[in-house]
C-alpha cells in the first residue's frame, strides 16, 4: 500500500505562483513515480506532469509547458508541483497519484491517489 497526502492548494490571482506537494509513505520502493492529475467541475480528470522517483524522467501536458515544474525529493519521500503564470483554467481540484509504469498520462495507470487539493485561480 502507498499513501499520498496533497497540500500547498488555495486561492490566487491570475499571473500568480503556487507550489503543491505530495507526500508518500508505504511501499514506495514499489512505484516509478508519482504524477500530477486535476479535475475541474463538469470535466474529466486529466493529466498535467510525472515525473521519476530520481526525477531523471519527467512529462508534462502541453498546456503547462513553461509554466509548471514538477521535481522529485526521493530522501522526503515528496514530490512537487511548481505552478507560474496561473490562469483562471488551471482552477480544478489537484491529484497526486503513484504507478508502476513509466510516466503513463491516462488515470488507469495509477494505482493509488491522494484526496486532492484545491486550486483556484481568479481573473
Known amino acids: 500500500q502507498v499513501q499520498l497526502a496533497e497540500s500547498g492548494g488555495g486561492l490566487v490571482q491570475a499571473g500568480g505562483s503556487v507550489r503543491l506537494s505530495c507526500a508518500a509513505s508505504?511501499?514506495?520502493?514499489?512505484?516509478?513515480?508519482l504524477g500530477w492529475f486535476r479535475q475541474a467541475p463538469g470535466k474529466e480528470r486529466e493529466f498535467v506532469a510525472a515525473s521519476s522517483w530520481s526525477g531523471g524522467s519527467t512529462a508534462y501536458r502541453d498546456s503547462v509547458k513553461g509554466r509548471f515544474t514538477i521535481s522529485a525529493d526521493n530522501a522526503k519521500g515528496t514530490v512537487y508541483l511548481q505552478m507560474n503564470s496561473l490562469r483562471p483554467e488551471d482552477t480544478a481540484v489537484y491529484y497526486c497519484a503513484a504507478t508502476r509504469k513509466r510516466l503513463p498520462s491516462s488515470t488507469d495507470e495509477y494505482d493509488y491517489w491522494g484526496q486532492g487539493t484545491q486550486v483556484t485561480v481568479s481573473s
Open positions: 508505504g511501499r514506495t520502493f514499489s512505484m516509478y513515480g
